[in-house]
């Protein structure tokens, strides 16, 4: 079974430079979750996306690429049905004329 959470917005304070340090900016998050469904053994995704959001919120992570480990290992803990884990960042104000991320797979077979 696939779970799929798309653009998950939110503001947070994430980044290096000083302005990011000082004033909450815009996050979107894709999450994609691979798991073995059965009757009973199910992975609530309202919960996934409150633990992303708080996570993130919580930590104020100064690079993407540590926010994206620290969450892939946050998740599968709290989550331990997953099996496969896709998560993306991306900063969509950062830069005037694109969109910035990053994305990592984690596969916990």
């Known amino acids: 079974m696939t ?5 998950l917005a ?10 990011e340090r000082t004033a909450p900016q815009q ?8 798991y073995s469904y059965s009757e009973g053994y199910f992975i609530n995704y309202a919960e996934v996306t409150k633990c992303i959001e708080t996570t993130i919120k919580e930590k104020q992570f100064e690079l993407i ?3 994206l480990d620290v969450l892939g290992k946050t998740l599968k803990e709290r989550f331990p049905l997953i ?3 896709s998560l993306t960042i991306r900063k969509p104000d950062i830069l005037s004329n694109c969109t910035v991320g990053v994305q990592h797979t984690f596969n916990f077979d």
């Open 10 to 19: 939110f503001a947070t304070i994430i980044g290096i430079l000083d302005f």
């Open 83 to 85: 099996q496969k884990l």
């Open 27 to 34: 996050v979107s998050i894709d999450c994609t979750i691979e």
């Open 65 to 67: 690429e540590t926010a």
């Open 3 to 7: 779970i799929l959470i798309e653009n």
